[in-house]
């Protein structure tokens, strides 16, 4: 069974502080890696892929990919409050290559 | 605008009834998918569909069913076999594997 961890949460950090969010997957030859953001009540959006082992960033996220430990994570940057929300860390795995999502961690931006 | 359509967006079962999700995409996208979410839960795969005509299970695809008769639409009905149909139905699409999925709105199913 390939599985897809997240430690759970509620993260809390402050307003403008560094928000890190952690992901562990089993499958090893997992090649494609996705976050997403909910909202309460919403529909996950997407809001970072990763293919290749390092750092990759666009505007105040940074997605990390190691895959040698099999983890991959999320920075966020000068944390909002909007930013509260479920982050949903997704693992293309399968012979489909179907998405594989954790149970997600819940962050808090506390102004 | 290209995107997913889910409805209706709040659904209402009574016990042994069964009740059919709706899903369209203009998106021109080749693969669909059905997922299911409840509280604490992460998402889980009921069917999905990479190819018109063709439908493959997913994990916890006992109660459900699905067909594929356009490419624009993959609709889900909650049969009455489903216990504990009470949650929250996605569905998403992709052009292809692996890419990122783009979901609808969601479902909101509630037994009463």
């Known amino acids: 069974q390939k599985e897809v961890e997240q430690n759970s949460g509620p993260l809390s950090v402050p307003e403008g502080a560094i928000a890190s969010l952690n992901c562990t997957y089993s499958d090893r030859g997992s090649q494609s890696f996705f976050w997403y953001r909910q909202y309460s009540g919403k529909s996950p959006e997407l809001i970072m892929f990763?293919?290749?082992?390092g750092d990759k960033e666009d505007g105040r996220f940074t997605a990390q990919l190691n895959k040698a430990s099999q983890y991959v994570s999320l920075l966020i940057r000068d944390s909002q409050p909007s930013d509260s929300a479920t982050y949903l860390c997704?693992?293309?795995?399968?012979?489909?290559?179907?998405?594989?999502f954790g149970k997600g961690t819940k962050l808090s931006v506390k102004p | 605008d290209g995107g997913i359509t889910q409805s209706p967006k709040y659904l209402f079962r009574k016990e042994g009834q069964n009740v059919t999700l709706s899903c369209e995409q203009n998106l021109n996208h080749d693969a669909m998918y059905w997922y299911r979410q409840d509280p604490g839960q992460g998402l889980r795969l009921i069917y999905y569909?990479?190819?018109?005509?063709?439908?493959q299970k997913g994990d916890i695809a006992e109660g459900y069913s699905v067909s594929r008769e356009k490419k624009e639409s993959f609709p889900l009905t909650v049969t009455s076999a489903q216990k504990n149909p009470t949650a929250f139905y996605l569905c998403?699409?992709?052009?292809?594997?692996?890419?990122?999925?783009?979901f609808g709105s969601g479902t909101r199913l509630t037994v009463v």
């Open positions: 997704a693992v293309a795995g399968g012979s489909q290559g179907n998405l594989i």
């Open positions: 569909s990479q190819i018109v005509n063709d439908f």
């Open positions: 998403a699409s992709s052009p292809d594997s692996p890419r990122g999925y783009t």
């Open positions: 990763i293919y290749s082992n």
